[in-house]
């Protein structure tokens, strides 16, 4: 294969990886969570919580939720203090400077050994609060838990929300020439569907061993859930490189995982002149698409730094780097 078409390959694969990443996102109002605040608990331990939230939304599929470094983007920029943002005048005004239909403020709060996870959604657009909703655990580890119960919830509420009610058909009157006889209201079943507990979500993928393969080389990976441990090796025509890669999987529990992922390699080789020495950091945005439990695809580029040491020869540059391979899990 040579370089033009090998490069038209890798330019098509990265437009579909693309394409199938937005596909979540069609058709969803915009939501943004602000800093939930902090009652009996850190200001830190309340963010970790907020960040929970942001996460079970964003699982649900049913919102379009903005990142939280966007969010603080513009807000410096706005110069506007979040922090204690929890009134429905502060959500609204929020909202409108983050160009978002609706805004989630709350608090976490700790009273004796209970934890309590309150929230509350404001329509930026009414200025009022269309949905409130709150849980409790003993345990500190459930709060990602809770946040999932309350996501599912809100997007419960929100399907039910938007569902149009049919129209119940008018009577049709039959005109004869002495009387009037209209045609009787059709009945209606009316069946009372119970809705099921919602259940803590966890994650389908974590705590599981796996042998990666991809081009140029093979990798020994550990998925913890929100990360991933990789050995990864490379070889080709004279060099060979080893080292380690970290994954912090965005979405865990989904199919279709985003990563970001920070690598270093060393590297050996060898050319019709002299040996050398080197070694590539480089950082990656990628998805992991999982066909089954066992067997997942994955792609990501990203920019490594390549610096290069031979006999009296140094040399040192950065390159778009393109990866493609598939996974297999134990």
Same mark, same amino acid.
């Given at each position: 294969?040579?370089?033009?078409?090998?490069?038209?390959?890798?330019?098509?694969?990265?437009?579909?990886?693309?394409?199938?990443? @937005?596909?979540?996102?069609?058709?969803?109002? @915009?939501?943004?969570?602000?800093?939930?605040?902090?009652?009996?608990?850190?200001?830190?331990? #309340?963010?970790?919580?907020?960040?929970?939230?942001?996460? #079970?939304?964003?699982?649900?599929?049913?919102?379009?939720?903005?990142?939280?470094?966007?969010?603080?983007?513009?807000?410096?920029?706005?110069?506007?203090?979040?922090?204690?943002?929890?009134?429905?005048?502060?959500?609204?005004?929020?909202?409108?400077?983050?160009?978002?239909?609706?805004?989630?403020?709350?608090?976490?709060?700790?009273?004796?050994?209970?934890?309590?996870?309150?929230?509350?959604?404001?329509?930026?657009?009414?200025?009022?609060?269309?949905?409130?909703?709150?849980?409790?655990?003993?345990?500190?580890?459930?709060?990602?838990?809770?946040?999932?119960?309350? #996501?599912?919830?809100?997007?419960?509420?929100?399907?039910?929300?938007?569902?149009?009610?049919?129209?119940?058909?008018?009577?049709?009157?039959?005109?004869?020439?002495?009387?009037?006889?209209?045609?009787?209201?059709?009945?209606?079943?009316?069946?009372?569907?119970?809705?099921?507990?919602?259940?803590?979500?966890?994650?389908k993928h974590s705590n599981r061993f796996g042998i990666g393969f991809h081009y140029l080389g093979a990798s020994l990976r550990y998925l913890t859930g929100s990360l991933t441990w990789e050995l990864k090796g490379v070889y080709g025509d004279g060099f060979s490189g080893l080292g380690p890669r970290i994954y912090y999987n965005f979405n865990p529990d989904s199919n279709s995982m985003v990563y970001l992922a920070l690598e270093y390699c060393s590297i050996n080789g060898k050319s019709n002149f002299q040996r050398y020495t080197g070694s590539a950091k480089g950082t990656f945005l990628g998805c992991e698409f999982f066909q089954s439990?066992?067997?997942?695809?994955?792609?990501?580029?990203?920019?490594?730094?390549?610096?290069? @040491?031979?006999?009296?020869?140094?040399?040192?540059?950065?390159?778009?780097?393109? @990866?493609?391979?598939?996974?297999?899990?134990?």
């Amino acid at each position: 294969m040579n370089k033009s078409i090998r490069h038209i390959a890798e330019i098509s694969l990265f437009v579909s990886f693309l394409f199938l990443c @937005n596909l979540y996102s069609q058709d969803k109002p @915009n939501i943004a969570v602000s800093e939930l605040s902090g009652k009996g608990i850190s200001g830190m331990d #309340a963010s970790i919580v907020s960040d929970f939230l942001r996460e #079970a939304l964003v699982n649900t599929m049913k919102f379009k939720v903005l990142e939280r470094s966007n969010m603080e983007q513009i807000l410096a920029e706005q110069k506007f203090q979040i922090s204690g943002c929890t009134s429905e005048e502060c959500a609204v005004k929020l909202g409108r400077l983050l160009n978002v239909q609706r805004v989630i403020v709350g608090s976490v709060s700790k009273l004796d050994v209970m934890y309590y996870v309150s929230i509350r959604m404001v329509d930026v657009e009414k200025g009022e609060i269309v949905y409130a909703d709150s849980g409790e655990t003993d345990s500190m580890k459930e709060l990602r838990g809770i946040c999932n119960q309350l #996501a599912g919830r809100l997007a419960e509420f929100e399907v039910t929300k938007t569902k149009v009610t049919p129209e119940v058909p008018k009577p049709k009157i039959i005109e004869k020439p002495v009387e009037i006889i209209p045609k009787p209201l059709p009945t209606f079943e009316t069946k009372i569907v119970k809705t099921p507990k919602l259940k803590i979500y966890k994650s389908k993928h974590s705590n599981r061993f796996g042998i990666g393969f991809h081009y140029l080389g093979a990798s020994l990976r550990y998925l913890t859930g929100s990360l991933t441990w990789e050995l990864k090796g490379v070889y080709g025509d004279g060099f060979s490189g080893l080292g380690p890669r970290i994954y912090y999987n965005f979405n865990p529990d989904s199919n279709s995982m985003v990563y970001l992922a920070l690598e270093y390699c060393s590297i050996n080789g060898k050319s019709n002149f002299q040996r050398y020495t080197g070694s590539a950091k480089g950082t990656f945005l990628g998805c992991e698409f999982f066909q089954s439990n066992k067997f997942s695809i994955f792609s990501d580029i990203g920019l490594s730094t390549v610096s290069l @040491n031979g006999e009296g020869v140094r040399a040192a540059g950065q390159h778009i780097i393109f @990866n493609l391979g598939f996974n297999a899990y134990f």
